[in-house]
Structures are given as structure tokens and as C-alpha cells.
């Protein structure tokens, strides 16, 4: 039985999708099976994987709205164990159409249940905001993982997207847990990344992942390529926080064990 991980922040440019796709990838070169759905309009997260959008003729928008089967739209990735539900900038219109649905906040439950025994892991690629598609993916989700920029406002917001988790586990999925917030974007060299660090930790302390992603240009270089970054340069600063990030959550969920001195890598 797979984990469902949905990575939200209704905050954007704080590193959702980078995360998405690398985290995905090194989980993928880590022996588990997974998929990626990307449930943001922008459908970075496609493109970010190598897909043109241009020739998506199905999405995640159609298995919404108009209930196609889900498997038909899956689409593999060049990394083997790694797939793809895509998404399309019609999302933006799902909300709208959803609205008049019965149990409309458990349309995307509904639309990927059957997949949960084929994959290790799904991870779900939520939009910058809290609207009806986000809450689907929470709602649908084992556990979140919430990224946070290393930046002054970094915190600003964070309380409103713990309020949506805590009424969505009141009222429509009180199975749902935060498996981390992970901070991105992180250099050592400025003092307000090691404040926004210290800030995090010290209101979130156990929740907050030990690997940190560092800000690192072959990451920021690795999507205009259409490639997760271990495709692209495997050596990267970005590549071995990913890796070492992947195995963190391997090892959260009892799948692995880390060696001490890995441990001791991935807070440096």
C-alpha cells in the first residue's frame, strides 16, 4: 500500500515543484515505485519532467471533471519507476465546475484510489493557493510535506495553511499528518537563511526535516532542460540534498535505515 504525500504552500516561488520532481526522482533512483501528479495549472511539474504541454491532450483536469480512468492517462518518465499524471492549464477551470459536485472536497480521493497499491509513494504537486483543488489533494493525501523558502516572509502565511490542514483533518481527513516542513533556497553564506532556519525549528523542532536544500544553479538549470536534476548533473549540490531528503523520508516511514554519518551529511 502506498503513501500519498501531497507538498503544499499557498505561497509560490518557494520551491513546491523543485521539490516535487527531485524528491520524486530520488525515491525513483532509490529502488521505489513512483508517481507524480501534478495538480497545478501551471503544470510545471510536467514540463519540469520532460513532457511538452503542447501535445497534452488529456490531464488530471479531465479525470476530474469528466471521470476518465486514471490509468489511461499515466504517462513514464526517462527514469524507470518514476510516472507522470499531467496537468493542463484547464485545471484553473476544475474549481468552478466542481463546485456543484456532491462531496466535491473528495473528487481527486475518489479519481486516484485504485493507484494507491501500484505506487511506493504518490506525491501530489499542489497549486499556490488554498482553493477547492488543494484542499482535494490534502483531503486525498496520507500526509503534507511544507516547503519554506529561506527568505523574510518565508513564515508569513504558514499559519493559514496550518489552519486549512487542521479543519481538513477535522472535518474531511483526520488521517492526514504533516510529514515535514522542508526549508529550501537555504545559503549558508547569508545570516537570514541560518535566522529563518533557527525560526522554523525552534516553533516546529521534530517536524522540521534535517536535510535542507541549498540553493544551487544546477537545480534552477535542470527544468528548462526538462530534467529532474540527478538526470542532469548527479554530482550537484542539489542532487545530494534531494537524495539525501529522499532517504530521510525512507527512513521516517521505516523503509530504511540511514548511516550514522549520512545523518551527519545531510545537516551540513
Known sequence: MGKII???????????????????????????????IDADPQANATSGLGFDLKTIKTSIYECIVDEIDIR??????????????????????????????PNREKVLKHTIEGLKDEYDFILIDCSPSLGLITVNALTAADSVI???????????????????????????????????????MYDSRLNLSNQVYEEVKRH?????????????????????????????DASSRGAIN????????????GLTSLRQDEKSNNSN
Open 6 to 36: 501531497a507538498l503544499a504552500n499557498q505561497k509560490g516561488g518557494v520551491g513546491k515543484t523543485t521539490s516535487t520532481i527531485n524528491l520524486a526522482a530520488s525515491l525513483a533512483v532509490l529502488e521505489q515505485k513512483v508517481l507524480v
Open 146 to 184: 511544507i516547503p519554506v523558502q529561506c527568505e523574510y516572509f518565508a513564515l508569513e502565511g504558514l499559519g493559514k495553511l496550518l489552519n486549512t490542514i487542521k479543519i481538513i483533518q477535522n472535518r474531511l481527513n483526520p488521517e492526514l499528518e504533516i510529514e515535514g516542513f522542508l526549508l529550501t
Open 72 to 101: 489511461k492517462i499515466i504517462l513514464h518518465t526517462e527514469i524507470s519507476n518514476l510516472d507522470l499524471i499531467p496537468s493542463h492549464i484547464d485545471l484553473v477551470g476544475a474549481e468552478i465546475e466542481m463546485l456543484n459536485l
Open 204 to 232: 516546529f523542532q521534530d517536524m522540521v526535516f534535517d536535510t535542507v536544500i541549498q540553493r544551487n544553479v544546477k537545480l534552477s538549470e535542470a527544468p528548462s532542460y526538462g530534467k529532474p536534476v540527478v538526470l542532469y
Open 242 to 253: 534531494h537524495m539525501n531528503l529522499a532517504r530521510e523520508i525512507l527512513q521516517r516511514n
